[in-house]
Each structure stands twice: as structure tokens, then as C-alpha cells.
């Protein structure tokens, strides 16, 4: 598994203040040879969309916490299209309920990872994406 030549944004959108888990996921990224670029903590979803389409990344993983998901991954994705990005895969990780989980699949998210999932096998899903 490498993800060598990849460019994945993660970020923090909305209110939320914790990102440990985020920069967790980017460094074991990062150690999977991705070239990770963490944005911070509360980005709005057009930040994050104008600086993933400028970086030119090949996914981007947001961290959520806070309860918004649903309407945060949405804009995100609004945001990536509006600005030619929707071809960039997003992930999403955090506090995710299981009965959430389907529609954000259904809107375009390409992986949910919760914090009951080992590190290496969210980083062996992204890759497999990313591959595809």
C-alpha cells in the first residue's frame, strides 16, 4: 500500500475545535507517502474547496464533531463543484452515526471512518479509492 504521488487536504470544518483525530489520520497519510496539507481548525466549506481545487489534491478528508455532517458535507461539495473540483474524492471521519452514513454516501462521500476503525485499514481504504 502507498499512496505516493497523492495530494489529500484534510480539514476541519465548521465550529468544532478538537482535531486531534485529524491530524492523527494526516500523519499516518503522510507515512503512507501521501503529501498531506491540513488546513487548520474551523474552515468554512468554501475555504476548504477554493484551497483543495488550488492545491490541485486528489481527495479530501474533512474531520467532523460537531453534530453538522450532514449540511457541512454538503456544502463542501457544492463549494468543490461550483469551483470545477467535483472530481475530487472526499472522506469523512469523526462522529459519524451509523444512520447518517448512508446519505452522505449517497451524496458523493467516498468513505465514512469512525473512531472505532484501525488507522491502517482507513488508510488501506483511501488508497484503494484513490487507485480506482
Same mark, same amino acid.
Request: charge should be negative; hydrophobic fraction near 45%; charged fraction near 30%.
Given at each position: 500500500?502507498? =499512496? ?7 480539514? *476541519? ?27 487548520? =481548525? ?15 489534491? &486528489? ?5 467532523? $464533531? ?13 463549494? =468543490?463543484?461550483? =469551483?470545477?473540483?467535483?472530481?475530487? *474524492?472526499? #472522506? ?6 451509523? +444512520? ?12 465514512? #471512518?469512525?473512531? &472505532?476503525? *484501525?488507522?491502517? &485499514?482507513?488508510?488501506?481504504?483511501? &488508497?484503494? +479509492? $484513490?487507485?480506482?
Amino acid at each position: 500500500m502507498s =499512496l505516493k504521488g497523492k495530494r489529500i487536504l484534510i480539514a *476541519k470544518p465548521g465550529l468544532d475545535g478538537h482535531d486531534v483525530g485529524a491530524k492523527v489520520i494526516a500523519l499516518a497519510l503522510r507515512d503512507a507517502g501521501a503529501d498531506v496539507i491540513y488546513t487548520g =481548525l474551523r474552515k468554512s466549506p468554501d475555504y476548504i474547496a477554493r484551497v483543495a481545487v488550488e492545491e490541485d489534491v &486528489d481527495a479530501v478528508g474533512l474531520s467532523l $464533531l460537531s453534530g453538522s455532517h450532514n449540511e457541512l458535507v454538503a456544502e463542501t461539495l457544492r463549494c =468543490l463543484r461550483d =469551483l470545477d473540483g467535483g472530481d475530487i *474524492k472526499i #472522506f469523512v471521519g469523526g462522529t459519524i452515526p451509523a +444512520e447518517d452514513q448512508p446519505e452522505l454516501l449517497r451524496i458523493g462521500v467516498r468513505g465514512v #471512518f469512525t473512531s &472505532d476503525q *484501525k488507522l491502517e &485499514d482507513v488508510v488501506a481504504a483511501i &488508497d484503494r +479509492e $484513490l487507485a480506482a
